[in-house]
């Protein structure tokens, strides 16, 4: 009997480390405010876990941009792209996650995009050039996008050690990423980024 | 006349069939082929009612700067504006063309044929490096104010001076390129072209002076000149056509122009343009249309200010020269100049814009001398609201100038006219 609540009480203190906990990453910048859009993603050292694509991903054009301007979709996603648009888009990609060409295809008129790979993908269109707008196709559940205060939230993260992962789509560093680990226990996390003025929204077209 | 329109159109189809087959792809897939499909048709068009006071318009041969005019007493009336078919087949998925017929109201009603090109654009680079070709009738991007396959105008009905006049005077047959590019965080785009056919470019800038109105020259039409005076009736024909080829031989003296806007990491992008027709001063047809040496600079700025708020500017200024020299100025030397700034700003289905404008000539040929100079201003404030397809517009514009040219017809030299305009203008 007390050989069998010792090993209850073994097997609790083994399983622990790994029950899910909150995880709360912050996002600043160089001067302290709220980072947006920021999207932070938690590999565990035991491994990640991919999510299954579920629902209907879209990115739409309309009013000559791209609706959602960031997106983060599942490996294996597919996407499709309506075109809500009087005037016709030819919308492409040159990411190494996914190369791909929609071209032209008019209003009401849709297509679709199967994404494979994780990583981001840079979304243009080569009719007009102001159009921009990115996918994060993960090949982890626990990512988030930060909201207006600058956090993104893990409710249900391995209490592990692993890695996070913060991408921005103006992050001022190599390859466009920041990594830290995070150790087991951990409740929360921050980043303190340099971010690029975004580009103006501008077309260059006449 | 008729000899020269025919020249530009027997001459006009071998290069723009070379222009063709050079832009059309080897690989011309069949499923990209649509050419009847709804997404190749647009119609648009207005309908308007005009409030007007003032001199007589040009279009009725006056020396009045609008579209409409009046004999001085305030004139109200209904008027079809502009209808536009624009269609728009796709041969390739990088080769398409642009047809656009036209029927312009009001005074001198008239229809046409107002664009025709085809137009290549193949993906661009991994780098980011675009390259996009034109080849037919079109305009040169010199208009900050005119959008869209029908050329219309975006926020107001009645253009500025300076767009007016490439509307009226700059219709050329054109071959162009662009090359886009990426410098970093800024972007970099450089358009040039050859074109033919623009050789009376100037005649009624020089004739008539700047002019604000949204009729734009239709293929081979013509267009009346004021009064001439002494020194050019029976030397100059009563009209002209802007799109005509003086010169022997379609494209035996082509002109150019070329294009460099930058938009550095900011929310503001600026143009340079430089257009020369290389027109031979000298040439002359059976008609007594005569050839126009003319060249000008246009400076572009447009401004993004938040809030869909939005700065447009231009300045143009430029030269031209027609006749035989005579005690060491030709006939005509005609330095010409204006500069206009818009502000936009939406506020959700509304629009307003406001826009100052300053324009003048300096003349100093041995017939056209400075006797003959203009100056003027004019001001437009416009209100918009979309319903729909559906867009209501209301303008209203103040021109005031001065020029010597009005005595031609017993007019004061000075003259300011103010114009209230109520557009309902639709797309399908």
Known sequence: MVRGLLAFAAGLALAAPVAAASLTVRVVDSSGKPVRDAVVTLYPASGARPLKPSGRYTVSQQNLQFHPFLSIVPVGADVSFPNFDNTKHHVYSFSAAKRFELKLFAKDQSRTVHFDKPGVVALGCNIHDQMSAFIVVTDSQWTARTNGQGVASFSDAPNAPGRLVLWHPYLRTPGGTMQQQVASGQRSAGFKVRLRPPPPAMSMDY | ?428
Request: net charge neutral; aromatic share 10%.
């Open chain 2, 1 to 428: 006349m008729a000899c020269a329109v025919r020249r530009l159109r027997i001459g006009s189809a071998l290069p723009l069939g070379c222009a063709l087959a050079a832009l059309c792809p080897a690989s011309a897939a069949a499923s990209d082929l649509r050419l009847f499909t709804p997404d190749t048709l647009e119609v648009a068009g207005d309908l308007r009612l005009v409030a007007v006071n003032g001199e007589k318009s040009w279009l009725d041969r006056g020396f009045g700067k609008l579209r409409s005019g009046s004999d001085g007493d305030l004139r109200v009336h209904p008027e079809l504006g502009n209808v536009d078919l624009v269609w728009q087949p796709q041969f390739t998925w990088s080769l398409s063309a642009t047809i656009v017929g036209s029927l312009q109201g009001g005074e001198r009603t008239q229809a046409g044929l107002s664009q025709a090109y085809l137009s290549l654009k193949p993906m661009r680079s991994a780098s980011g490096t675009a390259f996009s070709a034109r080849a037919g009738l079109m305009w040169p991007p010199v208009s900050l104010e005119h959008e869209g396959a029908d050329w219309h105008v975006a926020d107001s009905i009645t253009p500025s001076a300076i767009n007016s006049w490439i509307g009226e005077e700059v219709r050329p047959v054109a071959a162009e390129g662009t090359v886009a590019a990426n410098l970093g965080a800024s972007k970099l785009r450089a358009t040039a072209a050859l074109f033919a056919a623009n050789d009376t470019a100037g005649t009624l800038l020089t004739f008539r002076g700047w002019a604000l109105h949204d009729r734009t020259t239709l293929a081979f039409n013509r267009w009346p000149l004021p009064p001439l005076g002494e020194e050019f009736t029976g030397v100059q024909a009563p009209f002209t056509h802007p799109l005509i080829d003086l010169h022997p031989g379609f494209a035996h003296r082509p002109g150019f122009y070329a294009k460099l806007a930058f938009q550095p990491p900011a929310p503001v992008r600026i143009e340079l343009f430089r257009y020369d027709n290389r027109a031979n001063p000298e040439d002359v047809t059976n008609h007594l249309e005569w050839g126009w040496n003319t060249q000008f600079d246009n400076l572009g700025i447009v401004a993004n200010l938040g809030g869909g708020a939005e700065l447009k500017a231009q300045a143009l200024q430029g030269r031209t020269r027609m006749g035989f020299v005579e005690e060491g100025r030709r006939w005509v030397d005609n330095r010409f100049r204006s500069a206009f700034v818009l502000l936009s700003k939406p506020f959700g289905p509304f629009g307003i814009a406001v826009r100052g404008e300053a324009f003048g000539t300096r003349n100093r040929g041995s017939w056209w001398d400075d006797e003959y100079d203009e100056h003027g201003w004019s001001a437009m404030v416009a209100a918009k609201r979309r319903f729909g397809p559906v867009t209501g517009l209301l303008e209203l514009l103040h021109v005031s100038s001065e020029s010597p040219a009005r005595e031609h017809i017993g007019e004061a030299p000075s003259q300011r006219q103010t114009q209230l305009q109520a557009e309902m203008r639709m797309r399908w």
